[in-house]
């Protein structure tokens, strides 16, 4: 089951380590972890990121193991890619996002609910 990330909630959260400053560097950076990350895991990941046009200006682009996403409310497109998932099949699907409200609606619907600092240390430890 495929990994879905509150991109900047993991950009920006304390224990990134990434400039966040220069908001497409930071995305940026994020991407190129996620793509290190996925060297030893096959998993998809999902990286949604709140934008108001369609296409975010990274040059990274998405690959066959991972999906960026530019939404207009990305709470809302994970949300909604939560309930689209079959009830006996959510347990599966990992939302990584320290937002309360993401986090505790992945919990009632049955998802797997990761903290962004508990996902980092999965990230800096492949």
Not at 46 to 61: G, T
Not at 101 to 124: H, I, M, N, Q
């Amino acid at each position: 089951m495929p990994i879905i990330i509150d991109g900047w909630n993991m950009v920006r959260h304390e224990h990134s380590g990434i400039d966040h400053h220069d908001a497409l560097d930071g995305a940026s950076a994020l991407i190129s972890t996620l793509q290190r990350f996925q060297d030893t895991h096959n998993d998809l990941i999902i990286l949604v990121f709140d934008s108001r046009s369609e296409y975010l200006n990274i040059p990274l682009r998405s690959t066959a193991k991972l999906l960026i996403v530019a939404a207009k409310d990305a709470d809302v497109y994970i949300k909604r890619y939560i309930d689209k998932v079959p009830q006996r099949q959510r347990r599966n699907l990992r939302v990584v996002s320290s937002d309360r409200s993401l986090y505790f609606y992945a919990k009632d619907a049955r998802a797997t609910p990761v903290k962004c600092e508990e996902f980092w240390g999965r990230c800096r430890n492949s």
